[in-house]
């Protein structure tokens, strides 16, 4: 085996991802990993490609509440490659949720990617629960900008802020 492979803690992720706003599936995927891995970071990161809602700021705050300050959770951000995130925080795992089966090609392609960027750091999957298997936070966004309830989707907080904001621009 690689010796670097040993070099980093197994026991944390990084669960990187956009959190534009953080879901109950996202909240589902936590919680599976706090069963398997000592410490979680979950870190927002910048997505050119996406146009967010919500500032960086307040998406990291809408995740710290709803991770209740778990001491086993780290809420961050960044904005460079994340292989070189997770080398810096010294983690081997990069965790990614996945729904439909949609999910499957472009998570394959990104952790390929982030492989071949840094061959120490591995992609683990976690599927999410059944209830959870539709819920994206475009979806969430989406219908919450359209007046329909998101109830149960995101936490309640999340849920306020949603229709405050859509309820301004209206
Ligand atoms: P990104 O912009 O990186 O896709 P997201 O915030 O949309 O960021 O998602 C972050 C991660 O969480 C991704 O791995 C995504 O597949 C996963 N995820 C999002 N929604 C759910 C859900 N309902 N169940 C399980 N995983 C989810």
């Given at each position: 085996m690689?010796?670097?492979?040993?070099?980093?803690?197994h026991?944390?992720?990084?669960?990187?991802g956009?959190?534009?706003?953080?879901?109950?599936?996202?909240?589902?995927?936590?919680r599976?990993?706090?069963?398997v891995?000592?410490?979680?970071?979950?870190?927002?990161?910048?997505n050119?490609?996406?146009?967010?809602?919500?500032?960086?700021?307040?998406?990291?705050?809408?995740?710290?509440?709803?991770?209740?300050?778990?001491?086993r959770?780290?809420?961050?951000?960044?904005?460079?490659?994340?292989?070189?995130?997770?080398?810096?925080?010294?983690a081997r795992?990069?965790?990614?949720?996945?729904?439909a089966?949609s999910?499957?090609?472009?998570?394959?392609?990104?952790?390929?990617?982030?492989?071949?960027?840094?061959r120490?750091?591995?992609?683990?999957?976690?599927?999410?629960?059944?209830?959870?298997?539709?819920?994206?936070?475009?979806?969430?966004?989406?219908?919450?900008?359209?007046g329909?309830?998101i109830?149960?989707?995101?936490?309640?907080f999340?849920?306020?802020?949603?229709?405050?904001?859509?309820?301004?621009?209206?």
């Amino acid at each position: 085996m690689d010796e670097h492979v040993h070099e980093r803690d197994h026991r944390i992720a990084v669960y990187p991802g956009s959190f534009d706003p953080i879901t109950n599936g996202h909240l589902d995927i936590i919680r599976r990993a706090l069963a398997v891995f000592d410490r979680l970071i979950v870190v927002v990161a910048r997505n050119p490609n996406k146009k967010p809602l919500f500032p960086t700021e307040e998406r990291l705050d809408m995740i710290r509440r709803a991770v209740e300050n778990n001491p086993r959770v780290t809420v961050d951000h960044f904005s460079g490659l994340l292989v070189d995130y997770c080398r810096e925080v010294n983690a081997r795992v990069i965790l990614r949720g996945l729904r439909a089966l949609s999910d499957f090609e472009y998570e394959f392609q990104l952790a390929l990617i982030n492989r071949k960027l840094d061959r120490s750091v591995d992609t683990i999957f976690m599927m999410t629960g059944f209830q959870w298997f539709y819920v994206n936070s475009s979806i969430v966004k989406e219908a919450a900008s359209l007046g329909g309830s998101i109830q149960g989707m995101v936490p309640d907080f999340v849920a306020e802020k949603l229709s405050k904001k859509f309820d301004t621009a209206r």
